[in-house]
């Protein structure tokens, strides 16, 4: 224990001896302020699901409990943009008589004590305040929301095996798809499936504090960080050593010739192109969300699961996601060659244009996507034109003001081994606003001026805001200048050594 509480002391010193504690620190004050509003967007759906849940045939929490599949489903979703692998700066502590499975293990543990795994309890404890009381008291509360924060541990570490094999391996999508996809059959093709009887029985387990099903959690919880552990050393050891530095043979290059004709902003998005496909963690984070946007795009056009208002949430997502994981670290990567960019007048600027010319024209794929949904009628095809056109417009241009804050350089090729990532709290606010204020937009539109017109004001939003571009785009440019030097210094002091 003392180990852990020793890396962590070292982790809080390096975070306030960065470069970027005082930006940080104000970006975690927003994050603190959007997190006090999504908990009190939980807590509303948690007294409003007791309320419309009772009185029914079965009781609330029967009926709460049945959903725990689609609760676990969704948190999965929700942690693809916003968490990545836990990491540490391993060298250093090389030199130390430390076994390296006790760091390994130091970065089990911090992803156990995240605050995300406490996030749906402010849906949970309401909701088994008002139903879960009158039969079995406060300690049935305790218990229940107990197992809720357990099961929602395992999520997280099932979560972070996906995520770690997917970044070795974009292969490794299907894991997730073929239990996501197993778990949908289960549930919808026989008549009266187990797996709703067997989530009712869990929630009820934890409700009434039963030994064996905590038991049984405890185990599979242990079960998985057993597997995540031996992974991990395993990635740790193989980027400590570069060991695919010797194994890795480039077979063919391409040169994008078609994009000579564009002159500059051609030359800047060939850059950016072998950025993303020739750069270890840009690829795996790519062929990722592609597989993501796939895969949402397929289930929302040819099934019943996101019907009603959950058809809104996740069209979004399969729009938004790109530039959420792109778009939030801007700069970040060119962190590693800033000098050589620097060099050459306005050559920020043509980055910039080339970067919001390739990421706008990004959004083609998921809209190309969801033609199979316009066909069959699940998706409208003006929501989808107006997604299209709002995001590379008014979204794009908060994402992008992120290129004049962000100074700290990330590493194109290690994951875990590399330094942990600290003060980003200005990129977690402005990707979690890009993503919640759209939506919130939208429904207030609609409620306003009917589902009709909701689409054609987001249209003209888009437009506008497209149409300035070069504007915005030249506003952004200036602000970077202007902060070069301070931030040329936090690109070089931030890169892994």
């Known amino acids: 224990m003392n180990l852990f509480l020793e890396l962590r002391k070292h982790g809080k010193l390096a ?6 504690y005082e930006k940080g620190k104000f970006g975690k004050f927003w994050m603190y302020f959007m997190g006090i509003f999504w908990a009190g967007y939980l807590i509303f759906f948690g007294t409003l699901f007791a309320f419309a849940f009772d009185g029914g045939a079965k009781e609330a929490y029967h009926v709460m409990n049945s959903g725990l599949i689609f609760v676990l489903a969704l948190d999965f979703l929700l942690r693809l943009p916003f968490l990545k692998t836990p990491t540490q700066e391993v060298k250093p502590y090389l030199l130390l008589p430390i076994k390296r499975n006790r760091l390994i293990d130091f970065l089990l543990l911090r992803s156990a004590l995240s605050s995300f795994n406490l996030l749906w309890l402010f849906l949970f404890v309401p909701f088994a305040i008002i139903t879960v009381t009158k039969f079995y008291g406060i300690w049935g509360v305790f218990t229940y929301c107990v197992g809720i924060w357990l099961l929602i541990l395992f999520n997280n570490y099932w979560y972070l095996l996906c995520r770690t094999l997917m970044d070795e391996r974009i292969w490794w999508f299907l894991l997730p798809v073929a239990v996501y996809g197993g778990i949908a059959a289960a ?6 499936s187990p797996l709703f009887a067997w989530s009712i029985d869990l929630g009820e387990g934890f409700i009434t504090g039963d030994w064996l099903t905590f038991a049984g959690m405890l185990v599979a919880i242990a079960v998985m960080c057993l597997i995540n552990r031996s992974i991990m050393q395993k990635l740790v050891y193989n980027e400590l050593n570069k060991l695919e530095d010797t194994t890795v043979q480039v077979k063919r290059v391409s040169e994008y010739k078609f994009l000579d004709r564009y002159g500059e902003i051609g030359e800047y998005i060939r850059l950016e192109l072998k950025l993303l496909l020739r750069n270890k963690v840009c690829r795996k984070s790519l062929y990722s969300i592609t597989a993501l946007v796939l895969i949402l795009s397929l289930t929302i056009s040819f099934s019943d699961i996101y019907d009603g208002g959950m058809r809104d949430f996740f069209m979004l997502y399969n729009y938004i996601i790109f530039g959420i994981l792109f778009l939030s670290p801007l700069m970040s990567y060119e962190g590693n060659y800033i000098d050589g960019l620097m060099s050459r007048k306005e050559s920020i600027y043509a980055l910039l244009r080339a970067k919001y010319i390739l990421y706008s024209l990004a959004l083609i794929i998921p809209f190309a996507l969801m033609i199979p949904g316009m066909i069959t009628g699940k998706v409208s095809a003006l929501m989808c034109t107006a997604w299209l056109l709002f995001i590379p417009g008014a979204v794009y241009c908060c994402m992008f003001q992120l290129a004049v804050y962000n100074n700290k350089t990330l590493d194109l090729n290690t994951k875990i081994s590399s330094r942990q990532n600290v003060g980003t709290g200005m990129q977690n606010l402005i990707s979690g606003a890009a993503f919640g204020v759209p939506l919130l937009l939208f429904f207030v539109l609609k409620t306003m001026f009917g589902k009709e017109t ?11 805001f497209i149409a300035t571009s070069k504007w915005w785009l030249r506003n952004v ?3 970077f200048m202007k902060r070069r030097y301070k931030n040329l210094e936090r690109f070089h002091d931030s890169r892994q050594k």
């Open 454 to 464: 909701a689409p054609w004001i987001l249209i003209g939003i888009g437009i506008a």
């Open 15 to 20: 975070e306030k001896r960065h470069p970027m």
């Open 477 to 479: 440019y200036c602000r």
């Open 187 to 192: 549930l919808f093709l026989p008549d009266k």
